[in-house]
């Protein structure tokens, strides 16, 4: 089922004008493999290339946007953004509270914003969703990991840190430690299969629909699809924030 | 603790059933030579039963987020959140048994 975008051949037939085929026999196979997991076909592989075109996307509109910043006047697009950040803030401080949102606005934004233009991206049939292959939402789900852990140390301290995973009764320790640390790692594997799986079923079953019923039947699924891609960005941020603030928080009784 | 308890053996199996992705040229032989395919099999079980306690876990999450709504239609908005997020996370568990089941279906 190796469906490409359509991007997918352009840029790789020019990357192997420009600069010869990829060295796969220079490097050992698995080497090979993750550099060029395409073989000699191809210099990039599609997600990372639709990532590139999410990169592209949000440079070119995001300044574009900001020229046009008016406070008197907002147009259209201005409200709209506004309409996303102030969500974006609200949902900060309902789950962290009292001042997080100045702190983690950027991260929790950026994560919303590229996660859920690259869950979009799998509503066209000419574009392939970065957050439908493991390499990407594996990715995102280890930054999540280690920015909120990251947090918790910058907050507490490391040893005080690792001193919150003894759990409440000092004689259960070694047990509670144990427990807690895989639970901790289990969030890095919870939050991209969980990602991972909605989009690439979603795709998968859109397409298969289409390929079926090109007509309308596929227009349900696409809009089940579009919810899940704004539900899954919605969940990741959540999650993310509800990590951040259960490392950085200060028991006062 | 039973989320954990879930999620540690689904790390378990995961990892468990790794190997299969690498063994698939030697493994092909083996069903084959009785022609069952305890592969697909289990993961059509596998997924009915997540799919049900699913279902069961979802319906019961929105009956709850109902009779909330109709108790206390100030808080609905507080509501509707915390369903939204109750539902997807009982749906990523649906998803990982849907993982197994790629994983396994062609042993």
């Not at chain 1, 930054?143 to 990251?150: D, K, V, Y």
């Not at chain 1, 140390?153 to 490391?158: S, T, V």
């Not at chain 1, 019923?213 to 924030?241: D, H, K, R």
Request: proline letters at 5%; hydrophobic letters at 60%; a neutral charge.
């Amino acid at each position: 089922m190796e469906h490409h975008s359509i991007l997918y051949e352009p840029v790789n037939r020019l990357l192997i004008a420009l600069l010869g085929e990829p060295p796969v026999e220079r490097l050992s196979p698995g080497t090979a493999a993750f550099f060029f997991p395409d073989g000699k076909g191809a210099w990039i592989p599609d997600p990372a290339i639709m990532t590139l075109l999410v990169l592209l996307i949000f440079a070119l509109f995001f300044p574009l946007a900001a020229r046009r910043y008016s406070r008197e006047k907002p147009g259209a697009v201005q409200n709209f953004l506004e309409m996303v950040v102030a969500g974006i803030r609200s949902l900060l401080s309902d789950v962290i509270g009292h001042g997080a949102e100045k702190k983690y606005l950027n991260i929790i934004g950026t994560f919303a914003l590229f996660i859920f233009v690259s869950n979009v991206f799998g509503l066209f049939f000419f574009l392939q969703p970065p957050t439908g292959v493991l390499s990407t939402t594996v990715a995102l789900a280890l930054l999540s990991f280690i920015w909120f852990n990251a947090q918790g140390i910058r907050e507490h301290g490391l040893i005080k840190y690792l001193a919150h995973f003894m759990g409440p009764v000092l004689w259960l320790a070694p047990l509670f430690f144990i427990i807690e640390i895989i639970g901790n790692f289990a969030r890095i594997l919870s939050l991209s299969l969980r990602l991972f799986m909605n989009i690439y079923g979603e795709h998968t079953a859109t397409g298969i629909f289409a390929g079926l019923a090109p007509i309308v039947v596929p227009w349900p699924l696409m809009a089940l699809g579009l919810f899940t891609a704004v539900l899954q960005a919605f969940i990741f941020v959540t999650l993310s924030s509800v990590y951040v603030s259960l490392a950085t928080a200060h028991e006062e009784y | 603790m039973l989320k954990k308890t879930v999620l540690m053996t689904m790390v378990l199996v995961a990892f468990a059933a790794m190997p299969a992705l690498g063994a698939q040229a030697e493994a092909g032989a083996a069903p084959a030579a009785s022609g069952v395919k305890w592969g697909a099999i289990g993961a059509a079980f596998l997924l009915g039963i997540a799919a049900a306690a699913g279902a069961i876990g979802q319906g019961r999450a929105t009956s709850a987020a109902a009779d909330g709504i109709s108790r206390n239609p100030g808080a609905a908005g507080a509501i509707r959140t915390m369903t939204i997020i109750g539902l997807a996370l009982i749906e990523s568990l649906v998803l990982y048994a849907l993982l197994i089941a790629f994983l396994i279906r062609g042993l």
